[in-house]
């Protein structure tokens, strides 16, 4: 009996498995939220997920080939950003399911995040209404080369390691809400701790930068800045 040929949704089901194998790592998963931020290189990719250049570019060539993302030449260097806006998304999807499903996911999240922050954060809408306003400061506390490629409009940056001899800088009349790359990035919760010591109002973004950007709010680089 000759051996049945794949329908097209079982041929369409084996590309899908294709894109979700190549999420099936944590080094891509991070790589995918470097460039939710915007484009770079390998070795400014390798630098913001602590990998070598060797694994980062192995890892990269994986997410090129499955169409998670695209690559261009700019002179020597080889530039990387993301195929799809909609990456970000599926990423938070995937995220949330595991969230609310995993007890250990569950566990991690409320003993390394939740207990080191118990107010509640500042929602995005909230965040825009009082910017808007005028109401508070806005703080950006990921490194230069990040902010320069995409930042919350109006935002300061000073990042973490620069925070404790900058304060002087911010003013104490208006509450400040610092973010960084997204809802597991500890510098937001290093600078909101720093901030509530030396008596500042914080509080962190619920989520980060490319949360802010998937959802096609207001973004600034240094050149419209």
């Known amino acids: 009996m000759p051996v049945p040929k794949?329908?097209?949704?079982?041929?369409?089901?084996?590309?899908?498995?294709?894109?979700a194998k190549a999420l099936a790592h944590p080094v891509r998963l991070e790589l995918l939220e470097a460039l939710s931020q915007g484009e770079r290189g390998v070795e400014a990719l390798a630098?913001?997920?602590?990998?070598s250049i060797a694994n980062t570019s192995h890892h990269l060539k994986i997410l090129r080939l499955?169409?998670?993302?695209v690559s261009r030449k700019e002179g020597l260097q080889v530039i990387y950003s993301l195929a799809d806006d909609a990456i970000p998304g599926v990423i938070a999807a995937i995220r949330g399911v595991a969230e609310r499903q995993s007890a250990e996911v569950?566990?991690?999240?409320?003993?390394?995040?939740?207990?080191r922050d118990a107010l509640d954060p500042v929602g995005r809408d909230e965040l825009l209404d009082r910017v808007k306003r005028g109401e508070v400061i806005v703080l950006d506390v990921r490194p230069p080369q990040e902010y320069s490629a995409g930042h919350i409009p109006g935002a300061v940056n000073i990042p973490l390691e620069e925070l404790s001899r900058r304060l002087a800088s911010l003013s104490r009349k208006r509450e400040i809400v610092a973010y960084c790359r997204g809802p597991?990035?500890?510098?937001?919760?290093d600078a909101v701790a720093q901030l509530r010591k030396s008596g500042y109002r914080a509080r962190r973004l619920q989520d980060g930068f490319p949360e802010w950007k998937a959802e096609h709010r207001p973004v600034a680089t240094q050149e419209n800045a």
């Open 6 to 19: 794949p329908s097209p949704k079982l041929k369409l089901l084996s590309h899908f498995a294709e894109v």
């Open 47 to 51: 630098q913001a997920c602590a990998q």
């Open 66 to 69: 499955s169409g998670l993302a």
């Open 106 to 115: 569950e566990r991690i999240v409320r003993d390394s995040f939740e207990r």
């Open 184 to 189: 597991y990035c500890l510098l937001a919760f």
